[in-house]
């Protein structure tokens, strides 16, 4: 299809709309992630969605006769299971003296195995369960595949979490910066970490259809990445982070609606290596360019003849 | 809040990581408006206490009231400064930012932080002189920096009574006596101090009151009648043996000297 067809078609621009927005919401949740260094708590649930999905899926067949794809019904089911696989870590943390990141490791294989199972078992049983066809894109994404629903449940999901973030700024930055110091401006620490999480799943679970449940931590985490570099401040990160997803989202989107076989997942992760490349080589200050022109000036300071004299 | 009650009581206070115990039924009473110390060894508990007065660790038997109060209902009567490493301090946010963080508790939630507070905020960082550093980004800063920075958030949370973990440690010169300034500061306008600290050395010059704590309390009450080497002691075991010789010859050593300085001046 040709980019002037593929913009006027109404189909598309549903498609757009919708990444454009999960970029947006999982590149402004994804900085807390990052900041809270919590990149392995969203993969995990992104993984582990998959066996939620496949649950539900199986669910509304039994339930209708007619196996469900639509995101009204599956993204329950991410929730639950990505919810899931973090309540049983960390009772494994506080029971047993298992760390926390091998506790992680070891839900996210039992979860995203266990769906992969049922994925599988799914695509093979015979006779067939109506509406399989096109599920196994749910671990590498397929934007194209989105609805009206879809993008209804998307919209008002990512809204939420924007809206929790928002009200609840200042309270989230200084839990975030220091949990400690929060507890004693008499913050209930334990709820607000609960609701962090929240948000964090539902950044996390609106992408599953569109960016699939193994790539989804890259639009979580690299667009916060890439933010982190240009600026000083969490709320200007915030923006910046958000921006780069939804470009992302939309970069992928585009590319992959118009060669087609090509899932949206990667595609979108190649465009956020891309920004998050650029942005560690030419951001000001603490970027490797920066650093190597100041680090070159400071050099010929020094091998000046009156070097050794008062500090540059 | 009355007068009379003492700013932190403790009866009983045993509190465990996992199976641990770490504070074995520990009293303690620290009153209204002093300038507590609380020395002890590594290992002894003594950031295990501020967490479990503040509730960030859970206590599993004893009682904890803050002036006169139990301590559920006095959260927002109590102020923290963590140690300094327990933060990540490439956060992305200024040293005005920071400071303001101390305004969050009386705001309320939803509520930002308008100009009043800024103004205070400001004030706090002229207090520990590091007004012109306000806009620059956290990470630039050095230890003793870092610490001028806590203790000013500290200053605006402006609690009655004020827990400190180690705000000693790892500082300069310059900023330890401003520390010191700003503790009698507060202390002067009523406030209450419990700060634990690591340096023997200058115990008897910083604070009126003393704890001596290892899993339990050994001795806690005036520097005078607390710091003596039986109870100091019991609270180190070996370990201060050793450091008690390398005092004496210390001590000896600069006697020695005086002493030869002042045979040099006869001779002169």
């Known amino acids: ?312 | 809040m009355l007068d009379n009650d003492p700013a932190l009581s403790l009866k009983g206070l045993t509190v465990a990581y996992d199976t641990e115990p770490v504070l074995w039924n520990v009293d303690l009473e620290v009153p209204a408006g002093v300038l507590m110390g609380v020395v002890g060894p590594n290992g002894a508990g003594k950031s295990t206490l501020l967490k479990a007065v503040l509730g960030i660790l859970p206590s599993l038997a004893g009682a904890i009231r803050v002036f006169g109060q139990p301590y559920s209902a006095q959260r927002t009567l109590i102020g923290y400064v963590p140690q300094r490493s327990s933060v990540d301090w490439d956060f992305p946010t200024t040293v005005l930012d920071l400071v303001l963080m101390g305004t969050y508790g009386r705001l309320g939630w939803f509520r930002r932080p308008g100009n009043a507070e800024r103004k205070a905020a400001r004030q706090a960082l002229e207090r520990v002189q590091m007004a012109e550093f306000a806009n620059r980004q956290i990470g630039e800063l050095s230890g003793g920096q870092q610490q001028r920075v806590f203790l000013a958030r500290a200053f605006v949370q402006d609690a009655p009574l004020l827990l400190m973990d180690e705000p000693f440690a790892g500082v300069d010169a310059t900023t330890e006596q401003t520390l010191v300034d700003l503790m009698r500061e507060l202390r002067q306008k009523g406030k209450t101090l419990v700060i634990v600290h690591h340096d023997l050395t200058t115990v008897c010059e910083y604070f009126d009151q003393v704890a001596l704590l290892n899993r339990k309390v050994i001795g806690a009450g005036h520097v005078s009648n607390v710091f003596t080497t039986e109870l100091l002691e019991k609270t180190y075991g070996g370990s201060l043996n050793q450091c008690k010789v390398a005092c004496r010859q210390f001590s000896t050593l600069t006697s020695e000297s005086i002493s030869r300085n002042q045979d040099g001046h006869a001779d002169d």
């Open chain 1, 1 to 312: 299809m040709l980019m002037i067809e593929l913009l006027t078609d109404y189909t598309f621009r549903t498609v757009l709309l919708g990444t454009a927005m999960i970029g947006a919401v999982s590149g402004a949740l994804g900085c807390f992630a990052y900041l809270r260094r919590q990149s392995l708590i969203g993969d995990v649930v992104s993984h582990s969605s998959l066996f939620g999905v496949m649950l539900f899926f199986l669910a509304s067949y039994w339930l209708t006769g007619q196996g469900s794809k639509s995101l009204v019904v599956l993204i329950p089911g991410a929730i639950c299971a990505g919810t899931a696989a973090l309540l049983l870590t960390r009772t494994v943390v506080q029971r047993t003296r298992l760390k926390q990141d091998s506790s992680l490791g070891v839900m996210l294989a039992i979860f995203f195995g266990a769906g992969i199972v049922l994925l599988r078992w799914v695509q093979r049983v015979d006779p067939p369960i109506p509406g399989r066809r096109g599920l196994e894109d749910y671990l590498f994404g397929m934007a194209a595949a989105m609805t009206q629903d879809d993008l209804w449940m998307i919209g008002i999901l990512g809204f939420l979490a924007i809206l929790v973030m928002l009200l609840l700024w200042k309270e989230l930055k200084v839990y975030t910066f220091d949990p400690l110091f929060s507890h004693s401006l008499g913050y209930r620490t334990a709820k607000l970490d609960t609701l962090l999480v929240m948000i964090l799943v539902v950044g996390i679970v609106i992408g599953i259809q569109s960016v699939g449940v193994v790539l989804m931590i890259a639009l979580l985490i690299t667009p916060a990445s890439a933010a982190r570099q240009w600026t000083r401040r969490l709320g200007t990160m915030v923006i910046l982070a958000s921006l780069t997803g939804a470009v992302c989202g939309l970069v992928g989107s585009v590319i992959s609606a118009t060669y087609s076989h090509v899932p949206t997942g990667p595609v979108i992760v190649l465009a956020s290596t891309l920004i998050f490349v650029v942005s560690l080589m030419l951001a000001p200050g603490r970027g490797i360019v920066s650093r190597m022109l100041h680090r070159s000036k400071l050099m010929s300071t020094i091998r000046q003849p009156n070097a050794g004299g008062d500090l540059p």
